[in-house]
């Protein structure tokens, strides 16, 4: 009987150790480490974007990128992942279609409610959670998954192009995406915030990061290379997830960002050279702050 | 019963006067007259080709282009069209995705003979023709149209992206279409010659240009001035369409051609050079040749 108590009494506090384990923990570093993913998106979309990527990968700290599957520039991005099987190189689900000059639209077939007037992905957010019904979103991003797998790749994250699926509809389809294919799904709960009185649940044993920090208009006003010194400097212990995007400010770039100075090619020329910098070097090295990949956090699902 | 022989009479010589008076004279010129539509094609497959190809019609001799409405920078094309509605604008049917970096794929839905094993069109004509069915041709040369229409805009004529539709197997639905639609079809013997064995039949009472020249990669090798030059130069009397495509040697450019001296970004910025240029200007009128446009080949449909 005193075995057997004993036996009872040592699961128990086995499995709450586990469950009680942090990300941190469960990647095998001591709680209180400052980890962080340096996480380029919207590969895909522009040459600009592509080489200002690669390049950022090659000459820079960023180690981690997604790639929008049905934007045009798709098979530049699958040549370059073949040259660099070891590169951290994600899926960025997409559903919209935001910029006025360059337009791309899905990868599956009869989903009236994903496009406009015009074939294309909506321009917005809402107009997504309007139109769409669930079993069209799931259809898409079940299409944008197998294509990137055609190509003979294979993700090792998703993640959600402007944040359309971290609202109350489409979210358990993304959590239910990732859970069939065995792919860590990066949450972001500050985007979740943005619509309120949305409570996504987020089912038990979900890998979730900590925080995933990027910047807004604001920041791009006051200065890009103080924000990210600051957001370095004061990162907080835990797996952090910073997403910005690399492209060069040429005349591609600001053609498809015409007049959008918000992540426009300034803006994305300003995230390239803070993340190609000895500055960025420099802050990670003094603040003990070490870089992870999406890879890691994809082997604790294995 | 003189009367009535005389009207048959006067009947017949008109019929046959009508039947046997050239595109030239139809278009009201004299017997004789040279007459030149100076085109550009591949709009909407880069920034880079369609600002050249803007710039191009503001400051130098081009004065008809015809679009990709499959292709990543139609709306770019559709926001100048709008605003240059005098403009000599087609649509440039496209069954293909040539390029090995950028790609695009059908406007029509369920078109699987349209569509290689990535989902995107076949990169050569061929291939088109061995595994699409002239129904899914048809529907998508109609969804590219309606697309186009959808836009607010009419086409001024057709042509066919890399001569896909210039042979036996799809020819005659190309005709259909111009028909159907009431668009006058630009079409090219040249490319067909390249098809040996294809003889299409081309129904009574179509427009059909007299000659439609362009440069092909020996041009290249031997000088794109000296090419353009000799052509204008020797032109015959009738209605010509020299073709070429306008794009900026730039970036963007060079990434979308990568590999691809030929019809790539340096053959493509001496188009956009020769065109532009004095020396062109000078050429057309010494040789007293007339600039003419599809609107006025479609005025004879109408």
Redesign the interface.
Known sequence: MKLLVSIIVVYFICVCSIQAQSLVQQLGYPEGTKLLILHADDLGI???EN?ATFDAFEKGMVNSASVIVP??????FV?WARQHPEADLGLHLTLTAEW?????GP?A??VPGLVN????FYNNVMDVIAHASVEEVEKEIRAQIE?YL??GLQPTHLDSHMGSLFNEKFFSVYIKMGKEYNIPVMINFDFMRKFPGVKPTIPENTLQVDQVPMAFPKNYQDGMKEFYSNTLRSLPAGVSVLLFHCA?D???MR??ANDHPNYGAHWRQLDFNFFTSEACRKILKEKNIQLITWREIGELLK
Chains 1, 2 share one sequence.
């Open positions: 522009a040459h600009s080489q934007a045009p520039w798709f098979s530049e040549v006025d000059l360059l337009k791309w990868v077939e009869q007037d015009q074939g294309y294509r055609a190509a060069y040429n005349d591609e053609a498809v």
